[in-house]
């Protein structure tokens, strides 16, 4: 009996000395300090400032994503505004640009691996693209386009009257 009550106090000081070095020392050992954008990897390059220590450490998205630990180490609000900062830089990315106007309607178009050329009847016809591309450069196509149509328009209703004079009726009013 007398040998359970001194495990009793034994365990009770050993789960409080457990409890105050947790106090002490915090679950998530880095913290957001700052962050920038790399130009020679061309990344975003996030600071962090480690937890009782004067130095700081560096890592790229594919280095927190990738490794398990420094995951574990870094606070969830931290985490949460990294993953946002690179969702909206990933959409940025995909971005399709005009890189060059070319003649009769036709457009290069890029983003940041692929280039290509396009009519603008080819890009107003597909959604996808439509749904990649800038404002801008959408409505600036979709208008040469609807202004390059509604001319052919006009060209191919003028030839159809030239040619359809010899068929037109004179209608007559009868009182």
Known sequence: MYLRRKFGIVHKFINKLILYFKNLNP???????????????????Y?????GDHSFVRFCFDDIKNDKAVLQNINPVDL?????????????????????HLRNNHYQIKDDST??????????????????????????IAYNTGFISGRNF??????????????????????
Do not use: A, H, P, W
Request: net charge negative.
């Open 115 to 140: 280039i290509g050329i396009l009519s603008g009847e080819e890009i107003c016809d597909n959604i996808i693209l439509i749904e990649r591309m800038n404002n801008l450069d959408l409505y600036k």
């Open 80 to 100: 949460i505004k990294i993953v946002n900062q690179e969702t909206i830089c990933n959409q940025k990315r995909n971005l399709l640009k005009i890189n060059e």
């Open 154 to 175: 006009t060209k191919n209703l003028f030839r159809e009257m030239t040619e359809d004079k010899d068929n037109i009726v004179k209608l007559e009013l009868v009182n």
């Open 27 to 45: 679950k998530y050992q880095f913290s957001l300090d700052e962050d920038f954008y790399d130009f020679e990897s061309k990344k975003m390059i």
């Open 47 to 51: 600071c962090f400032k480690v937890y």
